[in-house]
């Protein structure tokens, strides 16, 4: 009876009770992972994880009610998709989930606390984690504080081996070496010894938008620029690559803690565009103004005594525009109407007489001929030689496997011939440069060098910014004491075309060329039509953006005005 009693009252007892009862067959999910798209692509550990929990859940008479993983996610973070897919089962099945099993507990969780702190959160609700190569009781005190010491150790050593990849990856930026893809513009060489990154196409037009940039041109017109030339450019990507100083020839990385280095890659522009394309000015304290129609000289001309810039500003009581030198010390001042004059009065020396034009037109039409007959047998001449260079450098690396070269003596001479190499490359490079139609363009250019003023000055501001600094590459000085434009670069081939018109010039009027006053380039005058030595300049010339802006933006300029 007392016994009985004792049955009754035990309905009544509070607490779990330490009794082991016999749960038949529970149910457990199986999660495998590796950490890099490498191991998965060469299966490597993946079946084996997978292999190890199935025998272990056979043996341990666990159901398994679905496999997760199976492909590569990092541990650091647990915002992974399989990992989180997981948990949203393991949480809403109706099937009661009790284990979760893994091949090992860094394959569950990197991250410390916070896999304790899943871990935890599962335990309430009755999951456990079972890491089959190291069975541990987490239902006990001990086996628990085991466990999370595992979690623990497993994330302080992913800290190391991050580490360890991040100094690395430091090292390799202060060598010069660029880490991660190759920005826009450029691509990287495969199969070199070092890493060599060269400019793509893609990288001509990046240079051209940020000429654009740099003469004041919006977003939005060089997204357009770009979108007619094969290139789709949203705006923050344009504003990401502008603002990279990878294009000049520097690197940024967050790793580099602050610091700009110098790459070992080939800059896309110099330093000043890119700064210019950024509006940030090497004068003292400079900052350029807005588009302003009235002052298209601005920037773009310089002081001749200090260097220091021509900004402009708008007398509101007289309605006049004037420029002046921006720099303490320096007063210049000086009317829209006298620059602008003085300006035209410099483009009237490079123009050309209308009555030159297609005469000038026949000789650049038969010098552009002679010269491509002359790269056939040059482009010829190099390919053979770039055959030798690399038959000598395989047969050097032949030799060097099996150890009949020793390892200084190579280094040595396979520098010497990748430089060697390059440079024939470089030389081939730029004789495939080819024109679509060198006829129309050499006409057009003769057009456009007899109207170089009246262009100008029926342009728009950015056209105008365009067409100076495609005349003017490195801007114009103003000397304010003679009132006189100074030209430290013009145009090859605005330049080769007025200089081959006043020869031209000077056969019909004999006693208005003296030969004597004239460079050495001047050749005799035969029968033939003459060959000027600036051939190799024209033809790097007329294939450059430079002739490309004369056709897509002056056309209707040349038109309207005939």
């Known amino acids: 009876m007392k016994k009985e009693n004792e049955m009754l009252l035990k309905q009544f007892a509070k607490g779990k009770s330490n009794e082991v009862k016999d749960l038949g067959i529970q149910n457990c999910v199986i999660y495998t992972r590796v950490s890099s798209k490498e191991q998965m692509d060469t299966n490597q550990s993946l079946e084996w ?3 190890y929990c199935v025998d272990y859940a056979v043996k341990n008479k666990l159901d398994v009610k ?3 993983g199976g492909t590569y996610e990092s541990a650091k973070s647990d915002e992974r998709k399989e990992f989180s897919r997981m948990l949203k089962f393991v949480k809403a099945s109706k099937e009661k989930i009790s284990f979760i099993l893994v091949y090992s507990l860094d394959r569950f969780s990197r991250t410390g606390d916070s896999a304790i702190y899943i871990a935890g959160e599962l335990k309430k609700t009755g999951v456990n984690i079972m890491a089959v190569t190291q069975p541990i009781d987490t239902n006990s005190h001990a086996g628990a504080l085991q466990q999370n010491i595992q979690f623990i150790f497993s994330k302080y050593d992913n800290d190391l081996r991050r580490q360890k990849t991040i100094d690395g990856m430091r090292e390799k930026l202060l060598r010069g070496d660029w880490i991660g893809n190759a920005p826009t513009g450029y691509s990287f060489v495969k199969g070199m010894e070092s890493q060599t990154i060269v400019i793509n196409e893609k990288g001509e037009l990046i240079k051209q938008a940020f000429i654009w940039r740099a003469n004041a041109m919006t977003y939005e017109q060089i997204i357009e620029k770009l979108k007619h030339l094969g290139l789709n450019m949203p705006k923050q990507t344009l504003g990401g690559i502008f603002k990279n100083p990878f294009y000049c020839g520097f690197m940024s990385h967050n790793l580099l803690n602050g610091e700009v280095i110098k790459g070992r890659h080939p800059a896309l522009i110099d330093e000043d565009l890119f700064l210019r394309a950024n509006e940030i000015k090497k004068t003292d304290g400079f900052t350029s103004n807005k588009a302003n129609d009235n002052l298209p000289l601005k920037v773009f001309v310089k ?3 200090s260097g220091a810039p021509f900004t402009g500003y708008l007398v509101k009581k007289k309605g006049l525009y004037y420029y002046k030198v921006n720099k303490i010390g320096i007063r210049i001042n000086r009317s829209t109407n006298i620059m602008h004059d003085k300006f035209k009065e410099l483009l009237a ?5 209308s009555a030159q034009i297609e005469p000038l037109a026949i000789q650049l039409r038969y010098t552009w001929e002679n010269l491509t007959e002359t790269n056939t047998g040059e482009k010829k001449a190099l390919s053979l030689k770039l055959n030798e260079v690399e038959e000598e450098f395989y047969n050097l690396r032949k030799r060097h496997a099996i150890g009949a070269v020793s390892l200084d003596i190579y280094e040595e001479f396979s520098t010497e011939m990748k430089v060697r190499k390059e440079k024939l490359l470089g030389d081939l490079e730029k004789l495939n440069q080819k024109l679509s139609n060198p006829k129309e363009l050499i006409q057009f250019t003769c057009q456009l060098s007899a109207n170089l003023a009246p262009v ?4 728009d501001y950015y056209q105008k910014q365009i067409f100076q600094n495609t005349v003017f590459p490195k801007g114009l000085v103003y000397d304010s004491k003679i009132e006189h434009y100074r030209t430290p670069i013009v145009n090859d081939v605005i330049g080769c075309v007025a200089h081959a018109s006043k020869i031209l010039e000077g056969i019909k009027k004999p006693d208005s060329l003296n ?13 033939e039509p003459i060959r000027p030595q600036w051939t190799q300049d024209f033809k790097s010339c007329v294939s450059t953006n430079s002739t490309t802006w004369a056709s897509r933006q002056s056309k209707k300029t040349l038109k309207n005005k005939r």
């Open 49 to 51: 994880q997978k292999k």
């Open 66 to 68: 679905g496999f997760f």
């Open 303 to 305: 002081d001749a005594e």
């Open 349 to 353: 020396t490079y123009t050309v007489d």
């Open 456 to 459: 100008w000055a029926l342009s």
């Open 515 to 527: 030969l004597s006053e004239k460079s050495g380039c001047v050749p005799g005058i035969g029968l």
